[in-house]
């Protein structure tokens, strides 16, 4: 407000907004009189009188973008809409879960079922089968077979990764089973106390698990489902068991949380060749009574390098790791979260991504009522960049044009935004 006028009227300004579709959209009551605190402050920042302002909107999730208003005073897009283009080496909704109908249904078969009696309690005849609700309620309950085959998983994959020396990057586990944080902490408690109990024989379940599991995707069935993969030449087969085995003992020899040392009057992460368990939610910032730190921490620059192996990260969490959070080089996930929202629920894939030099690992873990949304949703993501392509190839104007997204029969199984948001929805 303090700049001199004629100084502004000479300036070009760019407003590039990231996640556009969060805070950026208007989800106030629908009227154009009073309008959300960021919504405003944008809308705003593009009628500065300056030379030219433009303003550029990135989202991997455009429902509310589309569905939100269109009027003039609008922030719905005036010159362009452009989906970009996907690289060829790039693991997306497609890819994994498949589309229906085409020849990639069924996706890349790395995707496992949890099944109910894993779930809740009063659906087990099993007495001594542990459920996730009864983990959620208690850090001494047990872990479900479920849970304890994607950390086993985990195991042998960053194995595998250790095995081949490509390289020395953080590999990672992530489970995701609820927002609440209490849940967090015994869930990351009740695994740790797996896997340092001495009477578990990891070695042998990790055996049987690479036996059964190495199977659902080969060097073959990757380049039939990615025929056009960009990095083919470059995808390495599994090893034998008997040379991941040395590197699953060092993981399990040390099982923490991150250490934290001092060093000239500054704690500093102290980083180790075994398991680093991370809680990573907003109760857990800081260093604790005992000189650990719970959050999620990445080695970087010197502190990688100084490592003799790819580190290791087992994190738990929730809503801190739904959204711009990378995990790095993940190859198992543990995923009960199941929303009513696609752009939710979609930003919460973080399994989404590029995986050169571990193509085969990955591995997911969800119930078959949630991989079934993430189906349709790749259905949908589909469509919409289909209908994009036609859209920008006819040279449309936005204000012209309104992107179809598809919605599911049931609009109370899956939405494609929060209600607030959808005001020109049809």
Same mark, same amino acid.
């Given at each position: 407000?303090?700049?001199?006028?004629?100084?502004?009227?000479?300036?070009?300004i760019?407003?590039?907004?990231?996640?556009?579709?969060?805070?950026?959209?208007?989800?106030?009551?629908?009227?154009?009189?009073?309008?959300?605190?960021? /919504?405003?402050?944008i809308?705003?920042?593009t009628?500065?009188?300056?030379?030219?302002?433009? *303003?550029?909107?990135?989202?991997a999730?455009? *429902?509310?973008?589309?569905?939100? $208003?269109?009027?003039?005073?609008?922030?719905?897009?005036? /010159?362009?809409?452009?989906?970009?283009?996907?690289?060829?080496?790039?693991f997306?909704?497609?890819?994994?879960?498949?589309? #229906?109908?085409?020849?990639? #249904?069924?996706?890349? /078969?790395?995707?496992?079922?949890?099944?109910?009696?894993?779930?809740?309690?009063?659906?087990?005849?099993?007495?001594?089968?542990?459920?996730?609700?009864?983990?959620?309620?208690?850090?001494?309950a047990?872990?479900?077979?479920?849970?304890?085959?994607?950390?086993?998983?985990?195991?042998?994959?960053?194995?595998?990764?250790?095995?081949?020396?490509?390289?020395?990057?953080?590999?990672?586990?992530?489970?995701?089973?609820?927002?609440?944080?209490? %849940?967090?902490?015994?869930?990351?408690?009740?695994?740790m106390?797996?896997?340092?109990?001495?009477?578990?024989?990891?070695?042998?379940?990790?055996?049987?698990?690479?036996?059964?599991?190495?199977?659902?995707?080969?060097? &073959? =069935?990757?380049?039939?489902?990615?025929?056009?993969?960009?990095?083919?030449?470059?995808?390495?087969?599994?090893?034998?068991?008997?040379?991941?085995?040395?590197?699953?003992?060092?993981?399990? /020899?040390?099982?923490?949380?991150?250490?934290m040392?001092?060093?000239?009057?500054?704690?500093v992460p102290? *980083?180790?060749s075994?398991?680093?368990?991370?809680?990573?939610?907003?109760?857990?910032? =800081?260093?604790?009574?005992?000189?650990q %730190?719970?959050?999620?921490?990445?080695?970087?620059?010197?502190?990688?390098? &100084?490592?003799?192996?790819?580190?290791?990260?087992?994190?738990?969490?929730?809503?801190?790791?739904?959204?711009?959070?990378?995990?790095?080089n993940?190859?198992s996930? *543990?995923?009960?979260?199941?929303?009513?929202?696609?752009?939710?629920?979609?930003?919460?894939?973080?399994?989404?991504?590029?995986?050169? !030099?571990?193509?085969?690992?990955?591995?997911?873990?969800?119930?078959?009522?949630?991989?079934?949304?993430?189906?349709?949703?790749? !259905?949908?993501?589909? $469509?919409?960049?289909?209908?994009?392509?036609?859209?920008?190839?006819?040279?449309?104007?936005?204000?012209?044009?309104?992107?179809?997204?598809?919605?599911?029969?049931?609009?109370?199984?899956?939405?494609?935004?929060?209600?607030?948001?959808?005001?020109?929805?049809?």
């Amino acid at each position: 407000r303090s700049l001199d006028r004629s100084i502004l009227s000479k300036m070009r300004i760019l407003i590039i907004d990231d996640e556009a579709d969060q805070a950026s959209v208007d989800s106030s009551p629908s009227n154009r009189e009073e309008r959300t605190r960021i /919504n405003q402050l944008i809308v705003d920042l593009t009628r500065v009188k300056a030379r030219c302002v433009n *303003y550029v909107a990135y989202t991997a999730t455009p *429902y509310a973008n589309f569905l939100n $208003e269109a009027w003039p005073e609008s922030l719905y897009p005036r /010159n362009f809409i452009v989906a970009l283009p996907q690289s060829t080496e790039h693991f997306g909704p497609k890819q994994i879960f498949g589309i #229906e109908g085409t020849e990639t #249904e069924g996706g890349l /078969n790395i995707v496992r079922d949890i099944p109910l009696e894993d779930l809740r309690a009063s659906a087990t005849t099993d007495a001594q089968r542990a459920s996730i609700e009864e983990l959620h309620e208690s850090e001494h309950a047990g872990l479900p077979p479920s849970l304890k085959e994607a950390v086993s998983w985990f195991l042998c994959a960053t194995a595998a990764i250790r095995h081949r020396g490509s390289f020395r990057k953080p590999v990672s586990m992530l489970v995701h089973t609820s927002s609440r944080q209490v %849940h967090h902490g015994n869930v990351a408690a009740g695994i740790m106390r797996w896997l340092s109990d001495g009477n578990t024989d990891h070695i042998s379940a990790c055996r049987k698990l690479w036996s059964e599991r190495r199977g659902d995707l080969s060097v &073959e =069935g990757l380049a039939r489902k990615m025929p056009d993969y960009g990095n083919m030449g470059g995808v390495q087969d599994y090893p034998e068991f008997s040379c991941i085995e040395p590197h699953i003992r060092t993981l399990l /020899n040390s099982i923490t949380h991150i250490n934290m040392e001092d060093s000239s009057g500054q704690p500093v992460p102290n *980083y180790h060749s075994g398991i680093h368990i991370c809680i990573d939610n907003c109760s857990t910032n =800081g260093i604790d009574d005992q000189d650990q %730190h719970l959050r999620l921490l990445y080695p970087r620059g010197e502190d990688l390098q &100084e490592l003799c192996d790819a580190p290791a990260f087992l994190v738990v969490g929730g809503s801190t790791l739904s959204r711009g959070l990378t995990i790095e080089n993940l190859v198992s996930t *543990y995923f009960l979260r199941s929303g009513s929202q696609m752009d939710t629920l979609m930003q919460m894939g973080r399994w989404f991504g590029y995986r050169a !030099g571990y193509e085969l690992l990955p591995r997911i873990w969800m119930p078959v009522a949630t991989r079934e949304k993430f189906v349709f949703m790749a !259905g949908v993501e589909q $469509e919409l960049r289909e209908e994009l392509a036609l859209f920008q190839d006819g040279g449309r104007d936005p204000a012209e044009y309104g992107p179809r997204v598809k919605v599911h029969p049931s609009a109370s199984w899956l939405r494609p935004t929060a209600a607030n948001k959808m005001k020109e929805i049809q």
